[in-house]
Structures are given as C-alpha cells and as structure tokens.
Nanobody
Framework: QVRVVESGGGLVQPGGSLRLSCAAF????????MGWYRQAPGKQRDLVTF???????TYVDSVKGRFTISRDNAKNTVYLQMNNLKPEDTAVYYC??????????????WGQGTQVTVSS
C-alpha cells in the first residue's frame, strides 16, 4: 500500500514564507516525478511545479523566482519552499508522486492536501 503524506501548510502574512514537505511511504520500487498542485476555492486543480528523478524542475510562471522545489531521493520526499507569498497563492496544496510500486498500480498518487492561506 502506497501513502503520500504532506505537511507544512498554515497561515502566513503577505511577503512571508512557508515550507511544504511530502513523503511517499510503502512498497515503492522507484519514484519518477514528484510535484505540487494547488486548488483555490471555486477553481480547478492546477500544476505549480514538479521535479523529475534526475532533478530537472519546471515551474508555472506565477511562482518562478519565489518557489523552489527540491527532493531527497533517499527519503522519498519532496519539498516546496515558498517565499514572498501573495494572497493569490492561497489554496489547498496537493502533492503528486509518480511512482512504480512492487505491486499494485503504477502511476500517480496524491496526498490529502494541505491548506496555505496568505492574509494580513
């Protein structure tokens, strides 16, 4: 059984910083890409950033220069450092892990989501 668990959300003032973490647990052979999506109230879930197994990163334009994704392959963990946060970054942030398990479904697994609120 594969589980994806996020942590690190919360309330922060505009211009502040937060760091999200996401770890994958279970019968994992390998992890391909790891990424973060977000969903604001009344909107669809959109990709924010992802990182491949080789460390190549991709960011949506609205977070470039402010957010940094990184991963620790030994811990099956991905991080999202968010700086200079803006009210429009307010959303539920979801971790997405594309992996190969020893048994079961090959593909993407989602975390439960963590709330990030940027407000004064």
């Amino acid at each position: 059984q594969v589980r994806v668990v996020e942590s690190g959300g919360g309330l922060v003032q505009p211009g502040g910083s937060l760091r999200l973490s996401c770890a994958a647990f279970g019968n994992i052979v390998s992890i391909r890409a790891m990424g973060w999506y977000r969903q604001a109230p009344g909107k669809q879930r959109d990709l924010v950033t992802f990182i491949t197994s080789s460390g190549t990163t991709t960011y949506v334009d609205s977070v470039k220069g402010r957010f940094t994704i990184s991963r620790d392959n030994a811990k099956n963990t991905v991080y999202l450092q968010m700086n200079n946060l803006k009210p429009e970054d307010t959303a539920v942030y979801y971790c997405n892990v594309d992996l190969v398990p020893f048994f079961g479904r090959v593909g993407e697994y989602w975390g439960q989501g963590t709330q990030v609120t940027v407000s004064s």
